[in-house]
Structure formats: C-alpha cells, structure tokens
C-alpha cells in the first residue's frame, strides 16, 4: 500500500468483514492465545473507482478503528464524502481524525420479513 498516497477521493465507504483464526470468538478459553477468535477486516472503499485505498485486519476494538481510519486519512489530500455502518467507534475516530473536514453520515439497515410469509426465516 505503499503507493496510494497523495489521493483524491469523494466517495469513501467504510465496512467489516468478519472472520475468525483457530476458532469462533464464542469458543475461545483462557488458556488459548490472544490472536485467535473472531477477526476483522476494515475496508476502505471509493465508491466512485472502486479503489481501495486502504484496509486493516484485526479484532473489531477502539483502537483497530483508529488506526485504520488515520491510515485513510494519511492518504487523501481533499475533504471526503465518508459514509459507514452503525459501528459506534467510528464515531469516535472519525471526529478524532477528520476534524470537520469531513462529511460523514451512517448507513444503518433495518431489515424485516412476514413471518406469517416466510416462517421458516429468523427474525431480526
């Protein structure tokens, strides 16, 4: 990644996708390692070309979010359009690492189905 710097970006979408090492979160024990369990990856994403200019793997923690939303930062030179999900600690890093040069908004998805329809599907 060392080459996407200096950019220009309007669109940025944020994201995670989950995965885990060794074994799910819910199967971890004290004796095991820190590094297994759930893990993530952070995604930067310009909506417009589809570049993506940045990413970040590891647990889904303040500080992870940090780092990745500085890396971002460190590599646009213009005020971008940022949109994400309803993680909570985007808040946080974005307004700590933006400032007001930014325009942020969160995309938060309710989804519904007719259980009477479909029973078979589990409620959200």
């Not at 799910?24 to 909506?47: M, N, Q, Y």
Request: one cysteine or more.
């Amino acid at each position: 990644m060392r080459k996407c710097r200096t950019l220009r970006v309007n669109n940025l979408q944020f994201d995670e996708l989950w995965g885990f090492i060794g074994k799910k979160e819910r199967h971890v024990t004290e004796p095991d390692i820190s590094e297994l369990g759930d893990v993530w990856t952070f995604v930067a994403l310009d909506a417009d070309t589809k570049l993506v200019p940045s990413f970040r793997v590891g647990k889904r923690t303040a500080i992870n979010t940090h780092a990745f939303v500085a890396d971002i930062a460190s590599r646009i030179t213009n005020r971008p359009e940022v949109t994400t999900d309803g993680f909570e600690k985007y808040l946080t890093a974005i307004e700590d690492t933006f400032g007001i040069d930014v325009d942020y908004a969160q995309l938060v998805k309710n989804y519904s189905h007719d259980h009477d329809k479909h029973p078979e599907r589990r409620g959200f």
